[in-house]
């Protein structure tokens, strides 16, 4: 598709800004956190928002504006989360994350001058190194030292485990590999991973517009797993699901096997009595739900445009359902409620309606500013709660709550669901 197959819904915004808001006022608990829109909390600009965004790619098409890097600053001042698309489509058809996403295609193409350095060194790094992290592709393996892990590349298994850049390759994060790697074992599942083979998912080059390199690498992956006879692909990372789940399918190659997040996974062991979580975690925690795993891992096919007309005056889009409305919802707190000793309280924005932590759509990188207003946001509503500990399942996610946390100077503390699982299991 192109941007300009999405002009007619450019046009169509009736600039109501309900693209701004929860829009469901019964949802609602408080006009405190009422808002949806990260970009237009922080700047309270009309153009930062989807609305003032397809005006933007409107007047592009019509030539009344060229790219510059005032529009590429308000282009990339959005972390995509996909909060805006939900809400419009409450009464509307109007496709806002395709245009924003077809939007800074379109600019990743034309306008090279001036995109963001940031984004530069990471679709670099995926095209040099395979990952986004800029490291070599053997120390993909240095979190499974001393593990029973089976590798792909040399044995067969039912469960191809993707483990991701960061949950292979950041020092920090890789206790979450670790754990679910031992909570898998612990459930005799027979799984393994392709190691230094392993690619980058991609999500990072999705997001910020370079297609060329996304869909390069989507097929590279989807014929990967499909050549390895795996019945699943489960990951833990919300980012690589996301994107593998909703966005691959639209690519081509045919893919021969389901793919789950580690969290979906974890629920049905739990629940087939594989794994019995046991021992008491005395913790009251609220849950945070990533957008990748909720919003953008709805597998909608979007309109692209196309319409047809009722009594030959009314234009109708057949859209089946809502995006965001079949994310990952309920598994991850059916883990979490599964463990004896938990108390957990949620936040008044969530599920599909969560706010987003403010690390994704290339901002943690490029305006990490507007990444930090954002999780502080989130880690004030946490806080609302109660609550001592703040659980989610991204690394994403969690690598900002922890920056926003020490910024603050917050007594919060972060922590992925495994973490807590894997505390409980015998």
């Known amino acids: 598709m192109a941007l300009a197959d999405y002009k007619k819904d450019m046009m169509r915004c009736v600039r109501c800004s309900t693209c701004k808001f929860i829009p469901i006022p019964s949802l609602l608990k408080s006009w405190r956190f009422a808002q949806g829109c990260p970009a237009i909390a922080k700047h309270n600009f009309h153009s930062f928002s989807a609305s003032g965004k397809l005006i933007m790619a409107l007047s592009l098409l019509e030539g009344r504006i060229e790219y510059s890097p005032k529009v590429m600053e308000i282009l990339y001042n959005c972390t995509l989360c996909g909060m805006c698309d939900l809400s419009c489509k409450v009464g509307t058809d109007q ?12 600019a990743w193409q034309k306008n090279e001058k001036n995109r963001f350095a940031p984004h530069v060194s990471i679709v670099e790094s995926i095209k ?5 992290w800029q490291q070599p592709r053997r120390k993909r393996t240095d979190w499974a030292k001393g593990l029973k892990v089976k590798d792909l590349n040399q044995e067969k298994a039912e469960v191809l485990y993707f483990v991701g850049c960061t949950y ?6 890789r206790r979450v590999a670790k754990n679910t790697a031992i909570l898998f074992n612990k459930a005799g599942v027979d799984f393994g991973t392709l190691g230094a083979n392993e690619k980058c998912c991609a999500s990072p080059a999705f997001m910020v517009g370079d297609e060329e ?10 014929n990967t797993f499909n050549q390895l006879g795996v019945k699943k692909v489960v990951t833990s990372c919300a980012g690589c699901f996301g994107l593998i789940k909703s966005k691959y399918p639209r690519v081509g190659p045919e893919m021969k096997f389901e793919v789950q997040h580690s969290i979906e996974f974890l629920n049905e062991l739990i629940k ?21 795993l909720g919003r953008m891992s709805d597998t909608r096919i979007p309109s692209h445009g196309v319409e047809h007309y009722e009594l030959g005056t009314m234009p109708i889009k057949d859209i089946p359902k809502v995006m965001g409305m079949n994310g990952v919802y309920e598994p991850p707190r059916e883990v979490l409620k599964s463990i004896p000793g938990i108390k957990l309280i949620e936040m008044e924005r ?16 490029a305006f990490p500013e507007l990444a930090m207003d954002t999780v502080k946001e989130r880690l004030e509503e946490a806080r609302a709660t ?7 399942c991204c690394p994403w996610c969690e690598k900002n709550f922890e920056d926003g946390i020490r910024d603050s100077d917050s007594e919060l503390k972060v922590v992925d669901a495994v973490d807590l699982l894997i505390q409980s299991v015998e």
């Open 350 to 365: 969530r599920r599909e309606y969560a706010w987003c932590c403010g690390s994704g759509g290339g901002v943690k990188s």
């Open 168 to 173: 292979s390759l950041d020092p920090e994060m």
């Open 213 to 222: 390199l996304f869909q390069k690498m989507a097929i590279e992956n989807i």
């Open 386 to 392: 109660g609550a001592e500990t703040i659980v989610s």
């Open 272 to 292: 087939e009595g594989k794994l019995k979580p046991s021992k008491e975690v005395n913790l009251s925690i609220t849950y945070h739900d990533p957008c990748h």
């Open 128 to 132: 040099s190194y395979d990952n986004v």
């Open 95 to 106: 496709e806002l994350w395709e245009v924003l996403h077809e939007f800074r295609i379109d």
